[in-house]
């Protein structure tokens, strides 16, 4: 659905502009759906494996709680969803 493709062919009876206007309204409807795609900052990012964070799940909602550098303290971060987490983040 990308660049300047043909419309693929049809069983219904639809002028070419009519399966056009189609395609760009389902283009534009998936964009909405699906955003912009996410893009991971290298620069920013860290890695954890199992023993360096642990989940909690609080007043139904899920947080993470990652190792900080201050002894016995840790940096709580509420997640939005609802999934499990496991071995590396």
């Known amino acids: 659905m990308l660049g300047k493709r043909e419309p693929p062919t049809s069983t219904f009876h639809l002028t070419k502009e009519r399966q056009e206007a189609i395609l760009f309204r389902l283009r534009k409807d998936l964009q909405k759906v699906i955003g912009r795609l996410l893009r991971v900052r290298e620069a920013?990012?860290?890695l954890y494996d199992e023993e360096m964070y642990r989940t909690l799940e609080e007043k139904g909602g899920q947080y993470v709680a990652l190792v900080?550098?201050?002894r016995g303290k840790r940096i709580v971060i509420p997640l939005v969803g609802n999934l499990k987490i496991r071995r590396m983040i």
């Open 44 to 46: 920013r990012s860290i």
């Open 68 to 70: 900080s550098l201050e």
